[in-house]
Structures are given as structure tokens and as C-alpha cells.
Nanobody, 127 residues
Framework: QVQLVESGGGLVQAGGSLRLSCAASGRTFSNYAMGWFRQAPGKEREFVAAIRWDGVGQSYADSVKGRFTISRDNAKNTVYLQMNSLKPEDTAVYYC????????????????????WGQGTQVTVSS
């Protein structure tokens, strides 16, 4: 059974940084792309970033480009999201997601491409 467990959320002032982690288990982690999504109160879940199964390619939402960095350590079965220059509008529950198919060459930002989801971790940015 695939499990994704996020950690690292919290309360931070605007301009600050946080690093989210997502530990995966239950399948061969290194075969699958991983993504981060977020959902703010009253809004739909939106794509934040994704990283290819081999770590070579990344994709970012325009709203976080240049501020967030996604990375992975396949030896530790963990994907990270480094968030810098945080803004109040980054406040949301952040979810880690595991791709539905292995060895995807072109990263997807759609919910349907991801089969497994973590429970989420709250990020709150105060102004």
C-alpha cells in the first residue's frame, strides 16, 4: 500500500522560508514523478510543482516560479519543497502526490495524473 507522509509545515512571517518533506513507501519511489499541490480555504486544489522520476526535470506553477524549488532523494524515498520569499497568498494546505504511471517523460500539473496523495501539511504565512 502506497503511503505519502508530509511534514515541515508551520507558521512563518512573510519573506520567510520553509522546507516541506514527503516520505513515500509502498512502491518503487524512483520510478515515479512526484508533485506538490496546495489548497487554500474556499479554493480548489492547485498545482505547485512536480519533479520527474529521475530528478532531471521540474515544473512549477507561475505563482511560485523563482521562489520554490522541488527536489528528491531517491535513496531516502523523499521529495522536498523548499519555499523561499513566502507570501500570505501561499497560505494553504500542501499535499504531496505520487504519479499514476512510471517513467513519465512530460510532467503533469493535473490532479488526475496523480494516484496517491498525502494527508497534507498546513502552511500559514503571516503578513
Amino acid at each position: 500500500q502506497v503511503q505519502l507522509v508530509e511534514s515541515g509545515g508551520g507558521l512563518v512571517q512573510a519573506g520567510g522560508s520553509l522546507r516541506l518533506s514527503c516520505a513515500a513507501s509502498g512502491r518503487t519511489f524512483s520510478n515515479y514523478a512526484m508533485g506538490w499541490f496546495r489548497q487554500a480555504p474556499g479554493k480548489e486544489r492547485e498545482f505547485v510543482a512536480a519533479i520527474r522520476w529521475d530528478g532531471v526535470g521540474q515544473s512549477y506553477a507561475d505563482s511560485v516560479k523563482g521562489r520554490f524549488t522541488i527536489s528528491r532523494d531517491n535513496a531516502k524515498n523523499t521529495v522536498y519543497l523548499q519555499m523561499n520569499s513566502l507570501k500570505p497568498e501561499d497560505t494553504a494546505v500542501y499535499y504531496c502526490a505520487g504519479d499514476r504511471i512510471p517513467w513519465r517523460l512530460v510532467l503533469s500539473g493535473t490532479n488526475d495524473a496523480y494516484a496517491y496523495w498525502g494527508q497534507g501539511t498546513q502552511v500559514t504565512v503571516s503578513s
